[in-house]
C-alpha cells in the first residue's frame, strides 16, 4: 500500500515507494523462465536419446563415453539444477496456498528446502564426480 511522502521543500507530494520485498516477484519470473528452460532442454534429452542415439543402441559405456565432455556434464548439471528448483518453488506455492498456520508452513518448508537441496547437493556431486574411466563391468 502506498502513501504520500511530504516534499520538505514544498512542491508536489510523491507516492511513498512500497518497501516490501520483490521475492514473489522474481519466484513468479523464475517459474516462467525455468520452465521453458525445461521445455526445452528436455525436449532436447528425449530427442537425442530416443530418436538420434536409439534405445537399442543405450548401455552404460555410451553414457561414460557421452560424460567425458564436459559440456554434456554440464547440460546434466543445468537440468536437474533447474528441474530442482522449479519443482521447489512450486511446492513453496502449495505450502503458501495450504498450510495456513504460520508455525507448521515455517516447519514444512525447511524440511521440504533440506530434502531438495540435499537432493540437489547430491546429484550435482555425483554428476561432477562421475569418473569415465572406471569401467561400467569390470572384467
Known amino acids: 500500500m502506498s502513501s504520500l511522502v511530504r516534499n520538505p521543500r514544498g512542491g508536489y507530494d510523491r507516492p511513498k515507494r512500497d518497501q516490501r520485498s ?3 516477484l522474481y519466484a ?22 530416443n530418436l538420434v542415439v536409439g534405445v537399442e543402441h543405450l548401455d552404460s559405456n555410451l553414457v561414460r563415453e557421452r560424460w567425458t ?4 556434464r554440464l547440460f546434466n548439471v543445468g537440468l536437474i539444477t533447474f528441474a530442482m528448483l ?4 512450486g511446492l513453496r ?3 503458501e496456498d495450504y498450510v495456513r498456520r504460520p508455525g507448521p508452513r515455517v516447519a514444512t518448508k525447511v524440511v521440504l528446502y533440506a530434502i531438495v537441496l540435499a537432493s540437489l547437493a ?9 569418473n569415465p574411466a572406471v569401467p561400467a563391468h569390470p572384467a
Open 122 to 130: 547430491w546429484g550435482i556431486f555425483a554428476l561432477l564426480t562421475f
Open 86 to 89: 522449479h519443482g521447489l518453488n
Open 93 to 95: 506455492y502449495s505450502i
Open 28 to 49: 513468479w519470473f523464475f517459474m516462467r523462465i525455468s520452465g521453458l528452460v525445461l521445455v526445452f532442454m528436455a525436449l532436447y534429452h528425449l530427442t537425442w536419446w
Open 69 to 72: 565432455n564436459p559440456f554434456w
Open 22 to 24: 520483490n521475492f514473489e
